[in-house]
């Protein structure tokens, strides 16, 4: 396997092996190959070629050229260089005493990302060259940790455990061999601690020249150190686990103990040696492991004498001594130890070691592995308890300083597992030293018992220190926890038995820390809870043992001093811990409050983890737990101690019932307002104290920010809500519906403007506060919380589903009436409180933490937590704020009319007003998406897609002259929109681990989740606002400085430009990524590549966009390149593992997949409409040739080459994919319930079914059903009633999907029907590959069509119409056709008559598609007749084979095609009219050529066609013209369709004349009174078309009196006198036409052409009537009659 990048090499690498370590890879082939690919690199470790001035004398050969420039050869490729790279190159070289060709490589290769930065690229050629060996020495360490201590069943362990056998030179290799490696680590260490203090010089360089390391060439200083530090762990890990895999020896260690003593460096780097001075320890202190020999030669390094090492670094001399001893005194407690261990009296060598230990205790032995602990575990949140305790008994001895680089958490695990074996190793060989270190300090303790606290010297307290190392060593290890209490007799276990006996304070607190350590899960804790108890005895059926710290010394205490506060009126503390009034006396010693905060805390945290615990204390105990807690906190405790009590009344909820929570509520409630005994309804005063006020009384508490706290998450307790609840979807308030009735106003408003108005804001009152950035995020997270619990437990659905739904709402909740519960909630208050101005100060400074700095911390530390949780807020007020505004407020108006404490600002009428008030705000929150923090980035992500859609912030008008003056939103993220979207690219980057691991544990890749939630963020900002700039163009790079959008972009110097902008890391995430893998597709993946494609259709469909992304999409090869990624789906395939025709995929992810799947062939087909109308307009032939290329699956390469791809005819398989609709199911309890207020109408798509407020409904249903007796709780029945509502929601759920599927495919069919019309009407196809590709895609669409006819009109449409242009299309170069090519046009046009006809028969057709369906059996009928008549000879009888076809067709359907036609001739509206005349106009050749026309006539004739025909066209034709019709145009096409069918039908043959006389023909003609009008001005119409088509009227109704008369012959006497008496009735209208005609040449008005054809027919109609014989006599007949004329 090769790779030329060594760094991209070693961190693929890096990648797999981290799965592997977790037995995660799913490639271990690979993995294989890369190990072998490295396995050089591993050998060689730190070794380097340094610098020469062979390579120094290449890289400065003398310069040519101009500019000049010299040849140098790197790799194997020569390149021109010029100075400057060659000053670079050399300046790289000498900072890392590096060989200067290799140097040039490292600057080669980070030279083509300078950012303009060119000055800092020797600096980035370092950094380089520290993270490949970063990356190197990670992956050495990886493979140690892996293979260290194998199991031989384990292949993938034995893997790695070759591997390392062959980095240690093989499995023949020489204990030499095995040497030289160990050597090579060491001298690591030496190079890497060298490059550590070089780079620490240049840090001080900076502090003292005043420059600042914020800059980026102080930046790569801090990352240089950090690498450096990091390698060095590394190396330091991989050296332990060599130790502890047996291949170091104890000439080697020796070795590394000298390198060790002769080492002193800073505080975070000696750390390092810790794991290995552990592990050497254990293994060569064995008598497992090492002979006596060794061991006692080993020994004497330790021991005072010649041998003895002199370290630089005295404690960790005295702490590796320690842990040196813990292990070799092993050796002399065993029976057998050899006489040379022993050395003599077995007396005296005890007393050797134990002044040696005690001599180490001196030297801060205890103090250094507290630090060690202490600097590895770190809290990362508040615990005041444990940094107070580790800071007194540190006492400024071991100090790491707080700009170090933080420890790994392996590194960290790794030094923890080796103090566990130490601390089991000292506990079991070591007993009597650690006893009397227990007396020793007893006694001095005991001297010193007069003083206070301080009078105990911390350096007395060496077992405490070792309580703390015990406590860190196997804190969050719950299973190395478990070796405390598996065995009762064991070491462990006995330890903490004797250990818990007569503990003096501050004993007492690091005994309750270690408890609390090894109670980190609920088994651990229940074992803590029954070792408090007294329960842990050795035998079975020993009695208790009673412990200095057990439940019943703690609640002891708790009375005790609880009592002497009982009765006295709440004494309020001040901010800095002294009392108002007389001075208490309740708490005598200064030591009390360490022992009762231990207490406390340890209470609080094994009830927090052990129900056992809770239980007991809550249910089973009679001590009131708490009364005495809230009597501790008003007496005059420390603020420690206070905080301590809430803490554990907060535990006591875990997993609260509705009863406990209400009864704490109550409580507190009642010991807030008046001084009451907590629990006690009987109101206690003292004369001459009145008790203060619940709310001044917070207000204090709310001045020390330790207390309010712990106090604030007391409240988040309370407001939890109870789980497993079965009424939780009702209406559970957070707090009793009597709260506070019977001494306030009832409600939680005081709490909530506690914690929001005093408690949030008490940061800004107290800088001192502020400092304390820890306890500072920890008191805002706690408000955070609480206000998102508020905001989150409200139940909007109640009143949705009262207002809209027959259920009996207000009866089913638990509260008096809805508006009861709409008032009592505190989400009214919390919601007023988001628009006071103190709050919003307060919610907004939350996210001014530095975004570099917010990189740097844990996703689970405090500060990004409140961060967090400050966006989580916001975003929910954005949600929430109607339902506020239209509903809760006016409700809470009502209910409280005359209130008087408002906090809200009444100028502010939105919370959008609060956001544009705060643009600096949403500029952090902007920045925060590109967070490594993914729960971070993912709520401002959602936070952002709210402000993008928002008019007040996106549509900013001028006041004075009311013209919108920009985007806000946008400016206000503008200027660092590119330094965003750098930090975003590689979150649309999956590389093979990622897509593999993904495909193997069927999880989604947690950077492809935000990739997700990015492009649906980016889809629906574009959706929004389709005319103007928004956050979305910002964020992919396409507005320029100015904000605007111009094709000047890709020539300017952004990111853009460089083609390295989200918008192209979207644009190549939309080609590349896959969609599936094995047979199956991945609805994670398919899901993204649909929002990629999306985004980059909608901007190349919108006019703001359109001509910038459509010219680089086409620089880009977009179309062609998405076309080859497009598979076609295989029959059978699989969603997410599951068919797609299982009705379980309809509730799974797979069925989310195959609408996503639809919605990306969408999104393609739309891209590629766009692209071919776009090309076709804009005459760009070559380009558009090469796209429609692309779309029949030949994409030809700029080399000429071709490419297979999918084609367009071949991605209608989305089309095939069949899904079982959803199953029905039987309801009984729910039958017949009303679920229409459960159904959302969205602006797009399909209706769906609200599943929340459909459950809601259903528990609403269910309450109802116990109210009303008809089920009871605990029976069968009522679980029936569960399974039901269980199965309707699921039922709900996948009718949801299937028809979210039904509407993608519906939108990809309209899709793929428009663009291969748009190949046929606009892709410049020749007419030979016109035909073809018709004919090919007619084969694909009519089965499609056919198979749609009944299930799927919607798609029955579309394909029709598609259809209609295919064959116009084919029809329209037919002439042209080889046989062949005509054969298959003929199959296809009868397929398509056959589908049509069958569609114009049933019934569920709808007009629009008998419309189409009609216009293509006109087409196919024009297209047959008119091929078959010229070819029949006039003799022959024998139609054409292709005509008998049709006519067999037309005759199967029988008078029901005949019916259905003629009925939309007359009820059909608009254009289906039309169509349906044309087909049977068309009809009239067919039966002519067949001799089958009288069929048809008997047909129209029983169904009295032509009469009403005559009647709805002729006869109404003046009515339509004088009413001027909007629908005009139709209704005159309807008129000319009409009569040109029976212009056809007159002239078909004499029997169609005759029917046409028979219906009243020319009495229709008089009843239209047409030919009475004057054809000089029309019909009274001033339109001059409109008398244009007045006059087309009038010659078409001549041309079918005229077709008559021919059709019945000259000979007819009948029909030559009704055409004689029609000329003879219409003598003025013809005269005038006549006249009209006569004077065109004088005339200048029009119509001229029209009257010329009128009375063209005219004359036409004269001459064959011969009416000209007959009129002379006639008029003088009528002159005589008359008279004069």
Not at 1210 to 1222: H, K, T
Request: glycine share 6%.
């Amino acid at each position: 396997m090769e790779n030329d990048d060594p760094l991209e090499r070693l961190q693929s690498l890096q990648r797999d092996l981290l799965l592997f370590m977790d037995s995660r890879l799913a490639n271990i082939q690979r993995l294989e190959l890369e190990i072998d690919a490295s396995m050089a690199d591993f050998r060689r470790l730190l070794d380097k070629k340094k610098r020469s001035q062979v390579s120094r004398d290449a890289l400065s050969a003398s310069p040519s050229g101009n500019p000049p420039t010299s040849k140098v050869k790197l790799g194997n490729e020569e390149y021109s260089i010029n100075q400057e790279f060659r000053e670079g190159a050399i300046q790289v070289a000498d900072e890392l005493d590096l060989d200067e060709l290799e140097a040039a490589q490292l600057y080669f290769a980070v030279s083509a990302s300078s950012d303009g930065y060119t000055e800092l690229l020797p600096l980035r050629a370092i950094l380089r060259f520290q993270n490949q060996r970063e990356a190197l020495t990670e992956c050495v360490r990886l493979l140690c940790k892996k293979g260290a201590n194998a199991d031989p069943d384990d292949g993938e362990a034995q893997l790695a455990q070759s591997a390392v056998r062959e980095i240690m030179g093989g499995d023949d290799a020489l204990p030499s061999e095995r040497s030289f490696f160990w050597r090579t680590c060491i001298d690591g260490l030496t190079v890497i601690e060298e490059g550590l203090k070089k780079t620490q010089d240049h840090v001080q360089m900076f502090a003292m020249t005043g420059l600042d390391l914020n800059t980026p060439h102080g930046e790569m200083l801090q990352a240089q150190r950090m690498l450096l530090t990091r390698q060095h762990e590394a190396l330091a890990s991989t050296m332990t686990y060599l130790i502890t895999s047996s291949y170091v020896f104890p000439e080697d260690y020796r070795g590394f103990l000298s390198k060790a003593a002769g080492t002193d460096t800073t505080a975070d780097v000696m750390v390092h040696y810790a794991p290995v001075l552990l592990a050497g320890a254990a293994h060569f202190g064995s008598s497992d492991s090492t002979t006596d020999d060794a061991a006692r030669d080993l020994h004497r390094l330790f021991a005072p004498g010649p041998g003895q090492l002199q370290w630089k670094a005295e404690m960790y001399q005295s702490a590796t001594t320690i842990w040196w001893l813990a292990e070799y005194s092993a050796r002399f407690g065993e029976p057998t130890a050899h006489s040379s261990v022993r050395e003599g009296p077995l007396a005296k060598l005890e007393q050797e070691r134990s002044k040696l230990f005690t001599d180490c205790c001196e030297g801060k032995a205890f103090h250094l592995m507290l630090g060690i602990a202490d600097f590895l575990k770190t809290e990362s949140w508040y615990d005041p308890a444990k940094a107070g305790l580790v800071g007194f008994l540190l006492d400024n001895s071991v100090a790491f300083s707080h700009d170090t680089t933080a420890p790994s958490r392996d590194f960290a695990s790794l030094v923890m597992e080796l103090m566990q074996e130490f601390v089991g190793a000292f506990v079991s060989n070591m007993p009597d030293l650690l006893r009397k270190l227990k007396t020793q300090e007893d006694d001095v303790r005991r001297r010193v018992y007069s003083l206070p606290v301080e009078g105990v010297q911390p350096d007395s307290m060496d077992l405490e220190r070792f309580m703390l190392v015990v406590a860190g060593a196997y804190q969050e290890d719950a299973e190395a926890a478990e070796d405390f209490w598996s065995d009762p007799g064991g070491n462990l276990c006995g330890f903490l038995r004797w250990a818990s006996q007569r503990l003096p304070t501050p004993r007492v607190a690091a005994f309750c820390q270690l408890l609390g350590a090894i109670s980190g899960d609920m088994k651990s804790a229940n074992n803590t809870h029954r070792f408090l108890l007294g329960e842990m005895s050795l035998v079975a059926g020993q009695p208790k043992i009673a412990h200095a710290v057990s439940w019943a010394q703690i609640f002891g205490e708790l009375e005790v001093f609880a009592a002497q506060n009982k009765g006295r009126p709440a004494v309020l503390q001040d901010s800095i811990g002294r009392a108002d009034g007389a001075k208490d006396v309740n708490i005598t010693e200064k030591e009390t409050p360490i022992m009762l905060e231990a207490y406390l805390r340890l209470a609080a945290h094994v009830c927090e983890n052990s129900p056992a615990a809770r239980h007991w204390i809550l249910r089973e105990q009679p001590f009131p737990i708490h009364e005495y807690l809230l009597r501790l906190v008003q007496s005059n405790s420390p603020p420690n101690v206070q905080s301590s009590c809430f803490d554990l009344l907060a535990a006591l909820l875990t997993d609260k019932t509705v009863d406990i929570n209400d009864g704490v509520w109550t409580a507190i409630d009642s010991w807030l307002s008046g001084g009451m005994e907590a629990g006690d309804a009987r109101q206690q005063t003292t004369p001459g104290l009145r008790p203060p006020p619940a709310k001044q009384y917070l207000k204090r508490i709310a001045e020390n920010a330790e207390i309010a706290t712990s106090f604030v998450h007391l409240l988040n307790a309370l407001m939890e809500p109870v789980r497993n609840d079965p009424d939780a979807l009702l209406d559970p308030l957070p707090c009793p519906e009597s709260l506070g009735s019977s001494q306030r106003r009832d409600g939680m408003d005081p709490y909530v403007d506690f914690v929001l108005g005093q408690v949030l804001a008490l940061p800004m009152a107290q800088p001192s506060l502020m400092e304390n950035r820890l306890l500072c995020s920890v008191l805002r997270h706690a408000c955070l919380t609480f206000a998102w619990l508020a905001l989150s437990t409200f139940n909007e659905s109640l009143v949705v589903l009262a207002n809209t739904s027959g259920l009996a709402v207000e009866k089913s909740i638990k509260t008096e009436s809805l508006q009861t519960y709409v008032r009592l909630h505190p989400f009214a208050r919390t919601m007023e409180h988001m628009f006071s101005n103190t709050t919003i100060v307060a919610l907004f400074d939350c996210l001014h933490p530095a975004v570099e700095e917010m990189e740097a911390f844990d996703s689970a530390s405090p500060v990004v937590q409140m961060t967090t949780k400050a966006i989580q807020v916001m975003d929910m007020v954005m949600r929430l704020q109607p339902t506020y505004f239209s509903i809760v407020r006016p409700v809470i108006k009502i209910s409280a009319p005359t209130r008087s404490d408002t906090v809200a600002n009444p100028a502010i009428a939105s919370f959008d007003e609060v956001m544009l008030s705060q643009l600096p705000a949403i500029g952090f929150v902007y920045f925060f998406v590109a967070s490594k923090h993914l729960e971070l980035s993912l709520s401002a992500i959602s936070l952002l897609g709210k402000l993008s859609t928002s008019s007040k912030l996106t549509s900013v008008v001028d006041p004075m002259s009311g013209q919108r003056i920009g985007n806000r939103l946008v400016g206000s993220v503008q200027h660092f929109a590119d330094a965003v979207a750098e930090h975003l690219r590689d979150t649309f980057v999956l590389d093979a681990t990622d897509f593999e691991q993904g495909v193997k544990e069927g999880t989604e890749p947690l950077r492809l989740a935000k990739a997700r939630a990015l492009v649906d963020f980016l889809s629906r900002s574009l959706e929004a606002a389709k005319t103007a700039p928004t956050i979305a163009h910002t964020m992919l790079g396409l507005l320029d400085s100015n904000g605007r959008i111009t094709n000047a972009l890709s020539t300017s110097d952004s990111l853009f430009a460089s083609g390295t902008s989200l918008f192209h890391v979207i644009a190549r995430c939309a080609n590349d990524l896959p969609t599936g893998a094995d047979q199956t597709s991945l609805s994670w993946l398919t899901s993204l590549k649909r929002g990629c494609m999306e985004i980059m259709t909608k901007l190349a469909a919108a006019s703001l966009t359109a001509s910038v992304v459509q010219n680089e999409l086409r620089s880009l090869d977009f179309l062609p390149a998405i076309a080859i990624s497009l598979l076609e789906t295989r029959a059978g395939g699989l969603w997410d593992d599951l068919p797609s025709i299982d009705p379980a995929v309809l509730l799974k992810s797979g069925g989310s997949g195959i609408k996503e799947f639809m919605q990306c062939r969408d999104a393609y087909f739309q891209y590629a409409g766009l692209e071919l109308q776009a090309t076709s307009d804009g005459s760009m032939d070559s380009i558009r040739g090469r796209q429609v290329n692309a779309l029949l699956g030949a994409v030809i390469e700029p080399s000429g080459e071709d490419t297979a791809a999918a084609s367009l005819l071949q991605l209608i398989d989305f089309f095939d994919i069949e899904v079982a609709a959803p199953p029905d199911i039987s309801l009984r309890h729910y039958e017949g319930v009303d679920l229409s207020p459960c159904i959302s109408e969205p602006a797009t798509g399909s209706p769906s079914f609200d599943l929340d407020l459909a459950t809601e409904l259903l528990a609403v249903r269910r309450r109802e059903l116990h109210l009303n007796g008809d089920i009871y709780p605990g029976t069968t029945e009522a679980q029936q009633v569960e399974d039901e509502e269980a199965a309707l929601l699921a039922s709900l759920f996948s009718q949801n999907a299937y028809r979210e599927i039904q509407r993608a495919r519906l939108d990809a069919t309209e899709a793929w029907t428009d663009v291969v019309s748009t190949i046929v009407t606009a892709g410049g196809l020749n007419e030979t590959d016109l035909t073809m590709f018709a004919l090919q895609a007619l084969q694909v669409v009519l089965s499609r069509l056919e198979q749609t006819l009944g299930d799927d009109m919607d798609a029955a449409g579309l394909l029709a119409r598609l259809t209609l242009t295919l064959i116009s299309a084919s029809v329209a170069a037919s002439s042209k056709s080889d046989p062949q090519a005509s054969s298959s046009r003929a199959e296809r046009l009868h397929t398509a008559f056959h589908v049509c006809v069958k569609a114009i028969c049933d019934s569920e057709t709808s007009l629009v598609l008998r419309d189409v369906c009609y216009r293509i059996c006109c087409l196919v009928l024009a297209d047959t007749v008119s091929l078959a008549a010229p070819s029949q000879p006039q003799k022959s009888r024998q139609p054409p084979a292709a005509t008998k076809q049709l006519l067999l067709q037309v005759q199967t359907a029988g008078e029901r095609l005949v019916r259905v036609i003629t009925e939309d001739a007359f009820s059909g509206r608009g254009t289906t009219r039309i169509s349906a005349l044309l087909f049977l106009d068309a009809l009239l050749p067919l039966f002519a050529l067949t001799a089958t026309l009288p069929t048809l006539l008997r047909s129209l004739t029983k169904l009295n066609f032509l009469p009403v025909l005559l009647d709805s066209s002729i006869t109404t034709a003046s009515h339509s013209f004088r009413n001027a019709d909007a629908d005009l145009p139709t209704a005159l096409s309807y008129f000319h369709t009409a009569l040109s069918l029976i212009l056809n039908l007159a002239r078909a043959s004499p029997e169609g004349s005759n029917l046409l006389l028979t219906s009243g023909f020319f009495q229709a003609i008089a009843d239209s009174n047409l030919f009475a009008t004057d054809p000089d001005i029309g019909l009274d119409i001033d339109n001059l078309a409109a008398l244009r088509q007045f006059y087309r009227l009038l010659s078409a109704v001549l041309r079918v009196i005229t077709a008559v008369v021919v059709s019945r012959g000259p000979i007819n006497g009948s029909v030559l006198h009704q055409a004689k008496a029609f000329l003879t009735q219409n003598r003025t209208c013809m005269m005038a036409v006549f006249k009209r005609v006569s004077k065109l040449d004088r005339t200048a008005g029009p119509p001229e052409v029209e009257a010329k054809e009128v009375a063209e027919e005219f004359g036409r109609l004269v001459v064959i009537s011969g009416w000209l014989e007959d009129d002379e006599p006639v008029e003088r007949k009528r002159t005589r009659l008359g008279g004069f004329t």
